[in-house]
């Protein structure tokens, strides 16, 4: 994530103001590299749906720093404090977990032999969808769609890569070095790492105010 959004952040302006063919590739390689980040975040983040004790604290964490970050990350991407236009990536997983959270209720509520149950799991998909794509977050409504694949194909790896990567395909085809992340995901054991999470949320606004300052820094000289 770091190496894309310094390809996006920094090499992206200087390649507008030099016009230069060495920084162009540079910036490709970086941002072909970060297209690995996604699927792990989304891997990652519905495992915590499954083995988090406190559901109400992890969305409410992912509201927080989403909200936290936005105006770092509008200044490093765009250089304006304020751009409707996109949102960063943690409203993305905090619809992606709020959704994993209305369909795991729907699914203890109506049992297992419901038929409704497939029609509202289907109409939570939309709705949620939807919203990311009308307040433009990162990755959209795919980025909804892979959260959901990560854990309803969770027990199927190679359908749950393949879903991953046609939904990512279909944003930019770009996208294809993502399937760099699979075999990280493969080796995944169902054992729990060691904890970190404040380091981990904290790194988020950190490192885009430092590429605030970086590219504030280089658009000025």
């Known amino acids: 994530m770091l190496i894309d959004h310094i390809g996006c952040a920094l090499l992206e302006p200087l390649i507008m103001h030099q016009n230069s063919d060495a ?3 540079l910036n490709w390689l970086c941002r072909g590299i970060g297209r690995i980040a996604f699927p792990i975040y989304s891997f990652l983040l519905a495992e915590g749906y499954r083995h988090t004790g406190n559901k109400r604290t992890y969305i409410l964490r992912l509201a927080i720093f989403g909200f936290t970050s936005e105006i770092p990350y509008d200044l490093a991407f765009t250089g304006r404090s304020v751009d409707w236009e996109y949102q960063n990536v943690l409203f993305t997983l905090f619809l992606g977990f709020f959704t994993l959270v209305l369909m795991g ?6 049992g297992r032999y419901s038929a409704l149950k497939p029609v509202l799991l289907t109409v939570i998909c939309i709705a949620a969808s939807t919203l990311a794509e009308f307040i433009q977050c990162d990755y959209g409504a795919a980025g909804v769609l892979i ?9 199927t790896k190679s359908l749950r890569n393949l879903t ?33 999470k404040q380091r981990m949320y904290m790194f988020y606004p950190g490192h885009l105010i430092l590429l605030c300052a970086i590219r504030f820094i280089i658009t000025r000289s």
């Not at 209720?105 to 109506?110: C, E, G, L």
């Not at 959260?147 to 027990?155: A, C, E, G, H, P």
């Not at 085809?173 to 990280?184: D, G, I, K, V, Y």
């Open 23 to 25: 920084l162009f590739y």
């Open 164 to 196: 991953c990567e046609v939904l990512l395909l279909s944003l930019h085809p770009m996208e294809l070095t993502a399937c760099l992340s699979f075999p990280l995901l493969n080796c995944y054991n169902d054992t729990r790492g060691s904890q970190s």
């Open 147 to 155: 959260i959901v694949s990560m854990d309803l194909l969770r027990n």
């Open 105 to 110: 209720k729907i699914r203890t509520y109506f």
